[in-house]
């Protein structure tokens, strides 16, 4: 009967044993998974949302500018041949507020999503940091080109375009739709 109660003992203090430890690691796992989370949370509000946010302003703001120079283009080529000093003025404004925009608006928003790459280029996955290169070179062709400091016929050697920042753009949004899965629990454990 000792022996009977010493394996019972024994069995008791094994399964209480077995219960911690499945408990700490059952735990652990949890901590473990809410950390991840937050790393999610973070990368998504102080990265990707941010960036995706800026993008989306320059796409808006982009094809409105595109259009209405098209539609000016196009009135003007119907037109050129009638068209009065006011028409021209009109046009050349359309031209201007472009320009204008493209310098105080669109480019400083580049140089926002720079920025916030710099500064928080730790929040970036690496297939997002392989894109920084192509964005940089992006704002530098610009800068040059806005300071006066490169002339036309250089600017028109370099092959410069937004769309080379498109794989860029593709990344953030895949990385921020990935992440909102996992936050959502879609993507989770």
Not at 62 to 78: A, D, G, M, N, Y
Not at 101 to 106: A, D, G, M, N, P
Not at 128 to 138: A, G, P
Not at 150 to 176: G, M, Q, R, T
Request: a neutral charge; hydrophobic letters at 40%; glycine letters at 4%.
């Amino acid at each position: 009967m000792n022996a009977a109660m010493n394996y019972n003992a024994l069995i008791s203090a094994g399964a209480g044993l077995l219960g911690v430890v499945v408990g700490g690691v059952l735990t652990a796992y949890s901590q473990w998974r809410d950390r991840l989370n937050e790393r999610y949370r973070d990368q998504l509000q102080n990265f990707y949302s941010p960036i995706l946010g800026l993008r989306e302003e320059i796409k808006v703001k982009s094809r409105f500018r595109v259009r209405l120079q098209e539609i000016t283009e196009e009135k003007w080529q119907q037109n050129v041949r009638t068209a009065t000093e006011k028409d021209c003025a009109d046009y050349a404004r359309v031209i201007e507020y472009g320009n204008e925009q493209l310098k105080k608006e669109l480019i400083p928003t580049y140089e926002e999503i720079a920025k916030l790459f710099k500064e928080r280029m730790y929040l970036a996955e690496p297939s997002t940091r392989d894109h920084y290169s192509k964005l940089i070179d992006f704002m530098e062709i610009w800068r040059l080109f806005l300071a006066n400091s490169l002339s036309y016929a250089v600017a028109n050697e370099i092959v410069h375009s937004e769309k080379d920042l498109y794989p860029f753009y593709e990344d953030v949004e895949k990385n921020f739709v990935r992440l909102q899965k996992k936050l959502s629990g879609r993507g989770a454990f």
